[in-house]
């Protein structure tokens, strides 16, 4: 049986930190499990640091309602990407990975 979208969104868990840029609510947010990992590509590094992301550990009821807020949205992990694109935000052509983990940048206009 598949879990509805409700069911899904609170089994993980996500880190984010949240920033005003230029008069927008800008958001940074990461899997959880992912905060401190570094991902390494042959062209690209990508460290995933509490400076950035923050060290605010939250459930998806509450990473929904921060991406719909949000105009400026840094997402890092296959979970938040998937949320995010389940809920309408984003698409998946912009989705880019590194070593099979997804990141996502959205500039909402």
């Given at each position: 049986?598949?879990?509805?979208?409700?069911?899904?969104?609170?089994?993980?868990?996500?880190?984010?930190?949240?920033?005003?840029?230029?008069?927008?609510?800008?958001?940074?947010?990461?899997?959880?499990?992912?905060?401190?990992?570094?991902?390494?590509?042959?062209?690209?590094?990508?460290?995933?640091?509490?400076?950035c992301f923050g060290n605010n550990s939250i459930t998806g009821n509450t990473a929904s309602d921060l991406l719909a807020a949000s105009s400026i949205i840094n997402m890092v992990g296959n979970n938040i990407i998937s949320l995010a694109i389940d809920s309408g935000i984003g698409c998946k052509n912009g989705i880019k990975k590194i070593n099979?983990?997804?990141?996502?940048?959205?500039?909402?206009?």
């Open positions: 049986m598949e879990l509805n979208l409700q069911s899904r969104v609170n089994m993980h868990k996500f880190s984010y930190r949240l920033n005003s840029y230029q008069n927008n609510s800008m958001l940074n947010i990461c899997d959880d499990y992912l905060l401190g990992k570094r991902l390494v590509n042959k062209d690209l590094t990508l460290h995933i640091s509490k400076s099979d983990i997804q990141f996502l940048i959205v500039f909402k206009i």
